[in-house]
């Protein structure tokens, strides 16, 4: 019997007696509830101003539960509380513990990586502020903002910012004993070179992160406020910068910024558009009279009601953020069943009071209707992608002759020039969506694959094996496949009959060929070939399937390029020293620094070598011995 199904022995649905005795524990004050697996992991939390009333309706045979509330109890083995004196501290409370544990079953909104975010790292010494489409929680000092709706907006924006400001331009430095051009021209304040104080550098960054919390009056005036003392300094070239990046920020806020009524007050507006399945939010920040910010979220329309659904997308929005970024208004498209909760929550966050309303008429009740198009928009746009994604695995199903939609398909391609730097990449699509966050490289590690000699058949062989050798070492894993969302439903391999020889010949050998379902899609005419098959199947090009394995593999294909120049440029820039071991960067700057070449490196003498501040006789012989070998 296995983890999973020791788990569900031991929940506390399949013990009723325990279960009654439990709830009974529980008391009627308000307060926050966790439920917990088996392993003692956190599976959810909640609050209630009636805890256990909340907590029985979990196991009322007659109780609607969405799939997912209904998984989760299936594996609750354990319930704890904690009594609050107030529903507005356990509110306070459960999205602390929220934001410390990230249980999987308090998600509600759907990571599928569609929007992007911005992050800023305050948790590194020099802050970094990129984008990214993952909202990662390892560490709780990095602040996100978003997710953004309009991709190609944030990036101008981002650009901007980095010609407005002197930021790090390079995730990683151009040379090792200088700053790059980005510092002459005074983009980059010279981060690489710690040319800069952590201290000064974090005071910029804290200026960017007012514009993404759209606070970009509030920064304009703060910066005037700069430019006047600078001037009254009779510092004019510090006054002039500081000039230009108030002309800059007023000409970003012209440029991106959609001017609405009634400029006093910052309000956010929510409003969701749903269908059987999907539910599309849209959030709109307004600011000082403009549009600053127009989040989207998506969420299960099982998940709960209208007005509980925008609920808990704004206590997970706001969870996140600070208490500057908290408007004092906010419409809501529903009635939310705790509003009168949250609304004390926030003004507590704040610093002052935050109304909830849901407006009926006039200006506000306009700018929800605006609101909530844009989210049917999305939605209706989520409905025809979700349609043509069905239909193409569906259309593969049956050119395959597969009992069920291959939900989660995996591509392999071979990358390399001439057998150099050879490396492989797996992409992988889940329900016709590239799933990013599930992709992998590998470098080929076959000593027969080298400059001069490849070998795309063995190669792939071996990224094969060390992909499912686990499944042979650990056959235990095979029992219930349709619970492990890590084994794919279909394997397509970029190539043709050899390559998927090669591959059959690897599962076989790990006794998997029965359990993996794979294929080779060949690039010159688009042929599919099946294990044992010397004829591909006929099929059109064009059809929905064969479109979607295309789309896998120029993924694949894709990914694998990226991955081979970048080792590519990673060996052309290897210096010879990076060879040497014991020779770290610091050693090699103060070498070079004395001789000047390492030509001149490989005639020195051990003596001479030694003559290098912090190399040591033994060092100065591994040097030698490097260059003069026996």
């Known amino acids: 019997m296995n983890r999973k199904s020791l788990a569900l022995e031991s929940s506390l649905i399949r013990d009723p007696e325990r279960l009654e005795s439990r709830l009974k524990e529980i008391p009627t004050e308000s307060g926050v509830y966790l439920m917990r697996d088996q392993s003692g992991d956190i599976l959810y939390i909640g609050k209630s ?91 709780a000092r990095d602040r996100y903002y978003g997710p953004y709706v309009d991709t190609r907006l944030l990036r101008q924006t981002l650009q901007i910012i980095k010609r407005i400001f002197p930021l790090k331009q ?57 430019m006047d003392t600078a001037a009254e300094n009779l510092n004019f070239e510090q006054a002039a910068a500081l000039r230009d990046q108030i002309k800059a920020l007023k000409s970003l806020n012209a440029d991106q910024k959609v001017s609405l009524s009634d400029d006093t007050v910052s309000r956010d507006a929510i409003a969701l558009a749903a269908d059987e399945q999907h539910c599309c939010i849209q959030l709109f920040q307004v600011r000082a009279g403009r549009l600053v910010g127009r989040l989207g979220f998506f969420a299960e329309t099982q998940s709960g009601t209208p007005g509980a659904i925008l609920e808990r997308v704004l206590e997970e929005h706001y969870m996140m953020a600070e208490g500057v970024e908290i408007p004092t208004e906010i419409l809501v498209q529903h009635e939310l069943p705790e509003g009168d909760i949250l609304a004390t929550w926030l003004s507590e966050r704040k610093g002052r009071k935050v109304q909830i309303t849901a407006p009926q008429r006039q200006t506000k009740a306009e700018l929800l209707e605006m609101v909530q198009r844009n989210a049917q928009y999305e939605l209706e746009r989520t409905q025809r992608f979700a349609e043509r994604n069905l239909q193409s695995l569906q259309d593969l199903a049956e050119v395959l002759d597969l009992s069920d939609l291959p939900r989660r398909i995996e591509g392999y391609d071979i990358s390399h020039i001439q ?52 499944y042979a070492e650990d056959p235990t894993i ?94 052309s820039r290897r210096s010879r020293l990076d060879e040497i071991s014991g020779l770290g960067f610091q050693r090699q700057k103060q070498l070079l620094a004395h001789f000047h070449s390492v030509d001149y490196i490989r005639e020195a003498s051990v003596e001479q070598l030694q003559e290098v501040s912090g190399i040591g006789e033994q060092l100065a012989q591994e040097i030698y011995d490097y260059f003069h070998p026996a």
Request: proline share 5%; net charge positive; hydrophobic share 35%.
């Open 49 to 139: 101003k009636k805890l256990r009333s909340r907590v029985r309706s979990y196991f009322r045979p007659a109780q609607p539960l969405s799939p997912r509330i209904a998984m989760m109890v299936q594996q609750v083995v354990e319930i704890e509380f904690i009594v609050t004196d107030t529903e507005a501290e356990a509110l306070a409370l459960e999205a602390n513990l929220i934001k410390q544990h990230q249980p999987y079953f308090n998600v509600l909104l759907k990571d599928d990586k569609k929007y992007p975010y911005i992050c800023i790292t305050w948790s590194e010494l020099y802050p970094r502020i990129f984008i990214t489409r993952k909202r990662r929680t390892d560490n």
């Open 170 to 226: 390079r995730p990683k430095p151009l040379f090792k004993d200088r700053p790059c051009l980005n510092y002459d021209i005074g983009r980059c304040p010279g981060v690489c070179q710690l040319l800069i104080s952590s201290e000064d550098y974090r005071k910029t960054v804290q200026q960017v992160a007012m514009i993404f919390q759209g606070r970009s009056s509030e920064l304009e005036d703060k910066l005037q406020t700069q």
């Open 419 to 470: 057998g150099s730097n050879a490396v492989a990449s797996q992409v992988v699509f889940v329900d016709g969506v590239p799933a990013k966050q599930h992709y992998r490289h590998y470098k080929i590690k076959n000593p027969q694959v080298k400059i001069g000699h490849s070998d795309d058949f063995a190669s792939m062989a071996e990224v094969i094996r060390r992909r499912f050798r686990r």
């Open 478 to 571: 095979l029992d219930d496949l349709e619970e492990n969302d890590d084994f794919p439903d279909l394997v397509m391999i970029d190539g043709g009959k050899g390559q998927l020889s090669s591959v059959v010949e690897v599962l076989q050998d790990l006794n998997l060929l029965e359990h993996v379902k794979v294929i080779s899609l060949a690039k010159q005419k688009e042929e599919i070939f099946l294990p044992g098959e010397s004829e591909s199947l006929a099929t059109d090009a064009e059809q929905p399937g064969i479109q979607l394995l295309r789309r896998v593999r120029d993924e694949a294909h894709r990914f694998a390029i990226t991955f081979h120049r970048q080792q590519r440029l990673k060996s």
